[in-house]
T-cell receptor, first 115, second 110 residues
């Protein structure tokens, strides 16, 4: 089976710019979640996409937005980048059925640096 | 908001020693998972526990879910350098997100 893949692996942006991160989910999975992980900390939930719609959101401002495509791949967009947005962005896919979530399968993340 | 607190935050031990990592919360979870994350990679699932008091073993790793499903522990016997990594607990309360702990960074010195 194909695992979760993310691109790019590293990215450097300037404050105020916009960025798009991409994620291909594991085959057989229908749900994609995005997490932000600051250095030395646990991942923080940004949002989840299920059936191409946002299905839950953490404590992140509207300038964090996303999409899920019919093939279950997903994008995370961040507008008006701030220095504090520098982090590892993790995509995780899972299979959701009748309210039950299977364990998360993570990609290796995109390391975003905002200068 | 971090609902899960892990302790210790950092742990450096010699090869062959035993260790325990704790994951505590004031919230009840339907299930709890443990992940290990190595530098430059995403977290990898180690185990899922779903029943209060449940104990699961994975080779030298023993995982326990608290009776009230608010806490968990991970015990490693005879640690090896390959056990080095960031250990994360994550709780699922039935919604659409997993709440991750603060993480425990383990270094096993040969």
């Amino acid at each position: 089976e194909t695992g979760v893949t993310q691109s790019p692996t590293h990215l450097i942006k300037t404050r105020g710019q916009q960025v798009t991160l991409r994620c291909s989910s594991q085959s057989g999975h229908n749900t994609v979640s995005w997490y932000q992980q600051a250095l030395g900390q646990g991942p923080q939930f940004i949002f989840q996409y299920y059936r191409e719609e946002e299905n839950g959101r953490g404590n992140f401002p509207p300038r964090f937005s996303g999409l899920q495509f019919p093939n279950y791949s997903s994008e995370l967009n961040v507008n008006a980048l701030e220095l504090d947005d520098s982090a590892l962005y993790l995509c995780a896919s899972s299979y959701r059925d009748r309210g039950n979530n299977s364990p998360l399968h993570f990609g290796n993340g995109t390391r975003l640096t905002v200068t | 908001t971090q609902l899960l607190e892990q302790s210790p935050q950092f742990l450096s031990i010699q090869e062959g020693e035993n260790l325990t990592v704790y994951c505590n919360s004031s919230s009840v979870f339907s299930s709890l998972q443990w992940y290990r994350q190595e530098p430059g990679e995403g977290p990898v699932l180690l185990v899922t526990v779903v029943t209060g008091g449940e104990v699961k073993k994975l080779k030298r790793l023993t995982f326990q879910f608290g009776d009230a499903r608010k806490d968990s522990s991970l015990h490693i016997t005879a640690a090896q350098p390959g056990d080095t990594g960031l250990y994360l607990c994550a709780g699922w309360a039935g919604g659409n997100q997993f709440y991750f702990g603060t993480g425990t960074s383990l270094t096993v010195i040969p």
